[in-house]
């Protein structure tokens, strides 16, 4: 118990040394009366803020403003160390995952045939999937520039395509001679089906296509 109170002391004070937008704890409340939230969640009422304190220490827990604006300002009584513990691990990952996230771009042209336009949205379902932001670029070339509902259907389409795997992040827009398309990873991705091998040598060319099919839509425009 000593041990346990010492760890979150521990915690509790080097967090508001390093972070002045950390909210208060303990004995750092600074109002008389808050409105009081139990470690379950429990609203018990508008409370003094030393029977609040005592009630927290009954449950070897700490008590926490979550809302210092509100009237009264209102207080929740939790493990202060392990929900730092949890905001930072949850932070960390979330930077992780921003790290290892790249910007993709697939270029196509307002009039793609039907067997490049696959090609290519292959690869950019295979870039979501893989947690990637992917840029779609249709380039438009001297006379085409007086055609950019066409390149405008073609985005259409691949946004039609991605679904569930991706979500429009910015809306097709004219960048020069290139018309663009931002879309990113839907946070709800259905969890990818291993295709089912089929014999033959059709089968062998597929899959040594879908294989190299992100490199080199990568560069393909």
């Not at 379950?40 to 979550?66: F, H, I, P, T, W």
């Not at 950019?124 to 380039?139: A, C, E, M, P, W």
Request: contains cysteine.
């Amino acid at each position: 118990m000593v041990f346990q109170i010492i760890r979150r002391w521990l915690i509790i004070s080097n967090t508001n040394t390093n972070k002045e937008d950390e909210p208060r704890v303990n004995s750092e409340i600074r109002a008389s009366e808050i409105l009081l939230i139990d470690d379950q969640g429990n609203k018990l009422g508008v409370v003094q803020v030393s029977e609040a304190l005592r009630l927290a220490e009954e449950r070897e827990m700490d008590l926490v403003e979550v809302a210092p604006l509100a009237h009264p300002p209102v207080c929740r009584i939790l493990d202060y160390g392990k929900y730092r513990f949890q905001q930072q691990k949850r932070d960390k990952d979330a930077r992780k995952k921003q790290k290892n996230q790249t910007v993709k771009e697939i270029k196509m042209r307002p009039k793609i045939d039907q067997h490049d336009y696959d090609f290519k949205v292959r690869a950019i379902r295979s870039f979501l999937t893989d947690g990637h932001r992917v840029k779609v670029s249709v380039f438009f070339r001297g006379r085409e520039m007086t055609f950019l509902d066409r390149g405008r259907e073609v985005l259409n389409r691949v946004k039609a395509d991605i679904e569930p795997l991706g979500k429009v992040e910015t809306e097709p827009r004219m960048e020069g001679a290139y018309m663009r398309m931002m879309v990113s990873p839907s946070a709800n991705q259905p969890s990818p089906k291993p295709d089912k091998p089929k014999p033959g040598k059709e089968s062998g060319d597929s899959a040594q296509q879908d294989e190299r099919l992100p490199e080199d839509a990568d560069n393909a425009g």
